[in-house]
């Protein structure tokens, strides 16, 4: 088991700042462009492709790092680079996951690849899960995937919302209700290929921030996807749904715990998200401040300036230990029992707004405009208190972690 440590090493170290390069020379250049697009930036994601960081074997190089801080850490240097365009190039990854976690080994060989294509032709993938009724409470969910036996298909109906690379995508993972009984454990996840009659987009989202990134709505209207689309297979799926049924007479709580770690070890990424857009903007707000004379000295020297910034790098400081704390623990296998997962994510997220404010009052009228980064990475930053759970929600799981009361 590795132990915790504060200190990277030299690998970890050399992908660090190879990632800070690409972000510095290749994402940092075009964000204001994509920004003002509001398009998917396919450029940058086929740069990417071909060095090798738009790439299922690099994230799985960095999910199966045994001190956990591979994620984190990449994620942390491409958000730093800009948050819209980093989301535009992790966002497969989401799908990745979903099909890494669930499926077998034949759909895990035949689907994934094709998320990302090739470097000459760049696809991505989404994952749908929220609805627009169906947020963080996922036993809302109202998709519904039937099973036609005769001709051996899942017919999947439903509405998907905020979904990353939603209509765009070649392939679609989707979480839809087998059976509506057993609530958020009667869900199961399916392969959407490319080209499915019946799969559409929906809106696409105009959003205050990450607008580089593609999101929109995902609709299903009478989507038929193979028996094989299903993840995991329909032997596995009929045994889980066996047990949920047999757990639930029981009062099901080991159910509930499983799915609270599965969230707890997915949040600090997010955090890592937050503390590259954080660190972004303090890093501009430094320069500002040693560069900028007023009165005929650098406005560092007045104490209201050098206090914040004292504030802003402790307190993303402090983010990305609650991040690798988390991390670590959720790669090690130790028990979240304080909802670290949690703690993290709502620390770094809460750092990010704050920061990223921060920066734009330290640069005064400057901070307000388009020509300076830090109005772009305030706007970012909103994102970060609101999806993966919302603040509202990791202070609710916290507090009753701590208080020992059942998390639903």
Request: hydrophobic share 40%; net charge negative.
């Amino acid at each position: 088991m590795a132990e915790f440590t504060l200190e990277l090493n030299d690998d970890q170290k050399q992908v660090r700042d190879w990632l800070n390069g690409f972000a510095k020379d290749v994402i940092r250049p075009a964000a204001a462009e994509w920004d003002e697009r509001e398009e998917t930036p396919w450029p940058v994601i086929q740069e990417a492709a071909k060095v090798g960081i738009y790439s299922l074997d690099f994230y799985a190089q960095q999910f199966f790092d045994p001190t956990g801080l591979g994620i984190p850490m990449a994620l942390e240097e491409l958000f730093w680079g800009d948050a819209g365009i980093a989301l535009s190039i992790v966002g497969t990854g989401l799908a990745a996951v979903g099909v890494l976690a669930n499926g077998t080994e034949e759909q895990i060989g035949t689907w994934i690849p094709q998320m990302y294509g090739d470097v000459d032709d760049v696809k991505v993938a989404a994952f749908c899960s929220s609805e627009p009724d169906a947020g963080s409470d996922v036993g809302a969910m109202r998709t519904r995937a039937v099973y036609d036996e005769a001709k051996d298909e899942w017919v999947l109906n439903g509405t998907k919302t905020w979904a990353t690379n939603g209509g765009i995508a070649g392939v679609h993972v989707v979480v839809a209700v087998v059976d509506q009984e057993l609530g958020s454990k009667g869900h199961a996840s399916f392969i959407v290929p490319p080209q499915t009659p019946g799969l559409s987009q929906g809106q696409k989202f105009k959003k205050h921030g990450i607008r580089a990134s593609h999101t929109a709505e995902v609709v299903l209207e009478d989507a038929r996807v193979p028996g094989h689309c299903l993840l995991g297979g329909k032997e596995k799926l009929d045994e889980r749904l066996a047990r949920a049924h047999e757990r639930a007479k029981a009062g099901g709580e080991r159910v509930k715990n499983a799915a609270m770690a599965t969230f707890e070890a997915s949040r600090p990424a997010v955090g890592a998200m937050a503390v590259g857009t954080a660190r972004a903007a303090y890093e501009v707000a430094l320069d500002y401040a040693t560069t900028r004379s007023q009165f005929g000295r650098p406005i560092i020297d007045n104490q209201g300036i050098a206090f914040q910034l004292a504030d802003m790098r402790t307190q993303i400081d402090a983010a990305r230990l609650l991040v690798w704390r988390a991390s670590w623990m959720a790669a090690t296998g130790k028990p979240f029992t304080s909802a670290e997962g949690s703690m993290s994510k709502l620390y770094a997220s809460e750092t990010a707004k704050k920061v990223t404010a921060q920066a734009i009052q330290i640069l005064g009228g400057n901070g307000f405009t388009r020509e300076y980064p830090v109005e772009r990475m305030h706007r970012d930053a909103a994102i970060y208190t609101i999806f993966e759970g919302t603040s509202e929600i990791q202070r609710l799981v916290i507090a009753r972690t701590l208080s020992g009361m059942p998390i639903r």
